[in-house]
């Protein structure tokens, strides 16, 4: 029997990931799935071999599971408040699902039932352990880009009906905003590579004229950020464009700078032009390319050696309180001021 038991809510698409990633991990396996129709759950465990799983259709149940000590929250956004303060309240260290709250009502909810249980969290946010995220933190550690000035990060992704959370994802009260639904990961790249804290957010958002995909709010969005130490931030995110997905980094130095893949600095003597470096870029929205199993074994990592993640909820919360910024200049036509 392994160190860990895991349980997992939602058995949607990025559900498998998780099971797989749990899995294949030598300390931890699936124990729990929980679906609001048990034979979902079941099929979900069977299809993905979890042979140590059972399966729930009430939450309250699996949380009573004493050889459940993970729980990981992969449902629609609007659940994630309340079903996150529960497994925190049951003592199960939590992987949140971006995003974690869709208000700051929530958000601090959440963070004063994980403060409360001291259980240990991570905030998927996965495109941290992206090899092009891993590469630039290592330029910017070795100060091969000096500090930054200007940084640039932008989410293109056009969600529609053939993609599966369509659905619910448009939807104000599920989906939440262009940032909330997915742009966050771009808000969450440029709080994690320019290591400040934002002090004031402005803001824009619209609709494309004709809204063909029937969103509920505005699928569009275009964010600057003030931060602390003076540097300033773009995030464009756009979740109705027609194109296929880009996920921009552009990062400007007093030494160097990054363009995606190529590098600029001024520390390597005699570079005439753009040196363009082999990684895994992230241009993909499909869940099979994101690095949940480095995700999870770093926060396997966390909980057997206790220390708290990088990217725990304590630090994400900074990065949603960008996005509800947003929304709010967008809306109030004013610049916002931080933290709220
Ligand atoms: N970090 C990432 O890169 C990434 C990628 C994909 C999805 N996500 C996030 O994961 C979450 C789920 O997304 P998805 O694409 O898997 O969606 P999905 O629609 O495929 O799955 C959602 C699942 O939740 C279930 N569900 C709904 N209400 C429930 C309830 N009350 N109790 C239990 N289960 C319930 C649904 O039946 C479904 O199985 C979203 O918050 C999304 O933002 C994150």
Excluded at 163 to 191: F, M, P, R
Excluded at 233 to 261: H, M
Excluded at 315 to 340: N, Q, W, Y
């Amino acid at each position: 029997m392994k160190d860990l038991g895991v349980g997992i809510i939602g058995t949607g698409w990025v559900s498998g990931e998780y099971i797989r990633a749990f899995e294949a991990n030598p300390h931890t396996e699936v124990r729990g799935l929980v679906s609001r129709d048990r034979a979902r759950a079941q099929a979900k465990a069977e299809a993905f071999h979890a042979t140590h799983c059972h399966a729930y259709d009430r939450l309250e149940e699996m949380l009573a599971d004493s050889s459940i000590q993970i729980v990981v929250i992969c449902t629609p956004h609007n659940l994630h408040v309340e079903q996150g303060v529960a497994a925190a309240q049951a003592g199960k260290h939590l992987v949140l699902e971006k995003p974690v709250a869709l208000d700051l009502e929530g958000l601090r909810k959440l963070q004063a039932a994980v403060r409360a249980a001291k259980v240990k969290t991570v905030v998927s946010f996965v495109l941290r352990w992206n090899p092009l995220f891993e590469m630039i933190k290592t330029f910017l550690a070795d100060g091969l880009l000096g500090n930054l000035f200007l940084a640039e990060v932008d989410y293109f992704h056009g969600i529609g009906p053939w993609y599966g959370q369509y659905d619910w994802n448009i939807k104000k009260e599920i989906g939440g905003s262009s940032l909330l639904t997915a742009g966050c990961h771009a808000v969450d790249g440029l709080h994690w590579f320019v290591n400040s804290l934002p002090v004031e957010v402005c803001a824009y958002g619209n609709f494309s004229r004709q809204n063909p995909l029937h969103y509920e709010y505005e699928p569009n969005s275009m964010t600057l950020v003030k931060f602390a130490d003076g540097a300033i931030g773009k995030i464009a995110s756009s979740i109705e464009c027609v194109q296929p997905y880009i996920f921009n980094v552009e990062l400007f130095g007093d030494q160097g700078t990054v363009c995606n893949n190529q590098i600029f600095s001024k520390h390597w003597k005699g570079q005439k032009g753009w040196a363009t470096f082999p990684t895994v870029l992230p241009d993909s929205g499909d869940v099979t390319h994101h690095p949940f199993s480095d995700e999870v074994r770093h926060f396997v990592e966390c909980i057997l050696t206790n220390r708290e993640s990088h990217a725990n909820l304590e630090d994400a919360a900074v990065t949603h309180e960008i996005c509800f910024a947003s929304e709010l200049s967008a809306r109030e036509g004013r610049p916002v001021k931080l933290p709220l």
